[in-house]
């Protein structure tokens, strides 16, 4: 296939050698002015680097897969002003931390077959031509539209790149659960500046038993069949298999940048409003990201 990944970031870039690996025609979208190639080397047993084209709109013109990737506060200023270049059959298959992302520029992308994604492999850009796979996980991807649902063929496509993968026809209820999680570990690693592990120990559970509490309640509003007990096993085993793990929002916080907090955190509260449910922790939880926020941008 023909693939453009939007956002070559640690996530992106993984996806980018792991395609071209297993035989697809790969290219990248950066926001650079000049188009360039860029070469990639893949940090595993094996570190074997990987060429592309960079910024070309023919691949873009041509592409039957646009794989997006960037972070979901950049997803509207990264794919609308490419948005006339596509044809409307190519594929748009977003992956990113949080939810709400989509909803937002629903309007203009229905014609495209929407599919959106959710990994746990870990990736990281150790400096701009390299990205180690410091994980293996599972990709789990669904359809977000009804031509999106036509195209499940996609998980073959990923299943021979990098699996495991599985399809869910209900991806929703998996973004909804990657969701809680985020909610429960990355604002408190952020703000305490630790890594996932420190959220163990017993002066932590606390708080991430009372973020669980009200998250479940608007799971439960959300229709997510979860119970509170299998909320709050999943985030430990998460906290206990990345214990030696940044979070994405301890390393935003860290280097200064934007988090995602409006995706998680944020979109955990504007649902919890709509259902009337009170949710004081995430309330002072998302106070205080943006104030950091504030602070460092
Ligand atoms: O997804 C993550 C993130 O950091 O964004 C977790 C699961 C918390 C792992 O660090």
Redesign the pocket.
Known sequence: MNITILGPGAVGSLWACYLQKAGHNVSLWTRRTTPSELSLTLNTQENSSYSFSCDNKESLIHCDLLFITVKAWQVESALLPILPLLSQETILLFMH?GMGAIDAIENQISHHPILQATTTHGALKENAHTVKHTGFGHTVVGPFNSLGNQCQFIQDVLQHSLPSTEWNSDIQTALWKKLA??CA??PLTAIYQCQ?GELSQPSRHQDVNRICHEVHQVLQQEQIQWTEAELLSTVYQ?ISA?SA?Y???NRDCFYQRKTEIDFITGYLLQKAKQHAISTPINETLYNQIKQLEENLL
Do not use: Q, R
């Open positions: 931390n999680i985020n570990i990355n996932n998460v990345t793990n979070s994405s929002m």
